[in-house]
């Protein structure tokens, strides 16, 4: 039920975890821990909820942190790696351009999927970095195959809510093309409804800065993107 | 929607014949997904273009 709060309609979504003493914890500090853990449990099922701590949170946790820790090094190490679907025009069934997409190439796991990694990324603030790298790994492939010969494909690059409102994002697309010499026609930055409709005002500026430059921008208003790149 | 504001069409995770034709009938201009291909590595993408019809842009 909404509150009225000087005159606007004001709704609130809470999300509680419980721990019990003494079987979730003997001291404050597990008991607090225990808690947390199942609010985001709580979170994760859609907010407005609340949940119950279970041991099996703990697992959850760990494997979280572990996968924190493993995209600091991953980004580090270079072990992200793109692989490029093929956009085909409907009329002639012809191929104009790809769009790119993130691998985490994990030396334990093997190659992950961005939907396993890129909300824990967003959580941690490495977004940013691996959304800057993509661009810049995008821009300089389509270049080199540009050099070699293939055709002058489009490459299409997912950009997230986060990474197009950082400040400077505008230099960094600046830069991506810089570096390679991708001419700016080549790009196509996929932004998503959410992702323009915050803040009209500051993204206005945004994307008519990178439509100035000559970038493609294309707004994708599917629900299979936001699975792709939740938010 | 998109084509009387004047945006380019483009329909993702394109996976049956049958999408495929519906999305037609629509006139959306630009497909992908695994009915066409899954997302490939940097050298495989080379070896699919050199087998199917491509343009690049003018």
Redesign the interface.
């Known amino acids: 039920m909404p509150f009225s709060v000087g005159g606007h309609d004001l709704t609130i979504t809470p999300s509680l975890g419980i721990s019990m003493y003494p079987v979730d914890g003997k001291d404050f500090e597990t008991l607090l821990r225990n808690a947390d853990a199942a609010m985001y449990k709580a979170k994760e099922a859609g907010r407005n909820a609340f949940r119950f701590y279970s041991s099996e949170m703990n697992v959850a946790t760990l494997k979280h942190l572990l996968m924190e820790s493993g995209l600091r090094r991953g980004l580090g190490a270079r072990e992200f790696?793109?692989?490029?679907?093929?956009?085909?025009?409907?009329?002639?069934?012809?191929?104009?351009?790809?769009?790119a997409?993130i691998?985490w190439q994990n030396p334990d796991v093997g190659l992950i999927p961005p939907d396993q990694f890129i909300h824990v990324a967003e959580d941690i603030g490495l977004i940013n970095p691996i959304g800057d790298w993509v661009l810049r790994e995008a821009c300089r492939?389509i270049r080199a195959?540009q050099d070699a010969g293939?055709?002058?494909?489009?490459v299409a690059v997912n950009v997230s809510p986060l990474q197009f409102r950082q400040v400077g994002f505008v230099d960094t697309v600046a830069s991506a093309l810089a570096s390679s010499g991708l001419d700016a026609?080549?790009l196509e930055l996929e932004l998503t409804e959410r992702t323009v409709m915050n803040d009209a005002e500051l993204n206005l500026g945004t994307l008519s800065a990178l439509n100035k430059m000559g970038v493609e921008l294309?707004?994708?208003?599917?629900e299979?993107?936001t699975r792709r790149w939740p938010i | 929607m998109g084509r009387s504001l004047r945006l380019k069409v483009l329909a993702e995770g394109v996976e049956t014949k049958e999408q495929y034709a519906i999305l037609r009938g629509m006139g959306c201009e630009l497909v992908q997904g695994y009915h066409f291909s899954r997302p490939l590595p940097p050298e495989e993408l080379v070896a699919f273009l050199k087998k199917h019809p491509f343009v690049g842009k003018e």
């Open positions: 790696v793109l692989h490029y679907q093929p956009l085909v025009h409907i009329e002639s069934g012809v191929t104009i351009g790809v769009e997409l691998r492939q195959w293939l055709p002058s494909l489009v026609r080549f294309s707004l994708m208003i599917s299979l993107v």
